[in-house]
């Protein structure tokens, strides 16, 4: 049973476009994150929802806006794609704040 | 200066040997340390996790943190190849956050 999956794995899209990432944890845990990793290794958090309720937003552009319908589930919109939105998006979850676990992450290109 | 600093590496061993991985950090407000593990094209996931200065073994592994020098390290005795990630450290304080170093990518040859 996968614990955190993500869709779609890998995206290839162009600059302007608007897309989604999904997410969804079946760990039972209350707090969900969204992380960039970029060409560089460097993980960055960008958000974190605890039970549906937003706790950490970094400084990231407002492009991107998260969505969580429920705690098992955070979702990432992207507006107007930019090239340095490339990277690899990884979703998330944990119970202690130490031992989060991730999904698989999602591969973004944008040409 | 970043918060976190890791040498990036590409650190190459052999099989067998003892790996030192570091970070050093500038925030005394760090409190709770990690060591993530990441194989290529999967999500890190969690190795060790320590929250006072000395040292924490696991089996090979070795967490170790000076809190008065800003510093902490991870040990890998007897290293395989299986062993070859990246690997983070990563440092939470006040804020609800991790703080990730850059990550050293590990290569162990036979």
């Known amino acids: 049973d996968t614990a955190v999956s993500q869709t779609p794995k890998y995206l290839v899209t162009q600059m302007g476009n608007d897309k989604s990432i999904k997410c969804e944890q079946n760990?039972?845990?209350?707090?969900m994150y969204w992380y960039k990793q970029d060409s560089k290794k460097f993980l960055k958090i960008m958000f974190s929802?605890?039970?549906?309720?937003?706790?950490i937003n970094e400084t990231v552009p407002n492009r991107f806006s998260p969505k969580s319908p429920d705690k098992a589930h955070l979702n990432l919109h992207i507006n107007s794609l930019e090239l340095g939105d490339s990277a690899v998006y990884f979703c998330a979850s944990s119970y202690l704040f130490y031992e989060q676990y991730f999904g698989p992450g999602t591969r973004l290109t944008v040409t | 200066q970043k918060e976190v600093e890791q040498d990036p590496g590409p650190l190459s061993v052999p099989e067998g040997a003892i790996v030192s991985l570091n970070c050093t950090y500038s925030?005394?407000?760090?409190?709770?340390f990690m060591w993530y593990r990441q194989y290529s094209r999967k999500g890190p996931e969690l190795l060790m996790y320590t929250y006072s200065s000395g040292n924490k073994e696991d089996g090979r592994f070795t967490a170790q943190v000076d809190k008065s020098s800003k510093y902490i390290s991870l040990f890998i005795r007897d290293s395989q190849p299986s062993d070859s990630a990246t690997y983070l450290c990563a440092l939470k304080g006040t804020a609800s956050k991790l703080t990730f170093g850059t990550g050293t990518r590990l290569q162990v040859t036979l």
């Open positions: 925030n005394s407000a760090f409190q709770y």
């Open positions: 760990l039972g845990h209350d707090t």
């Open positions: 929802y605890n039970n549906k309720e937003l706790i």
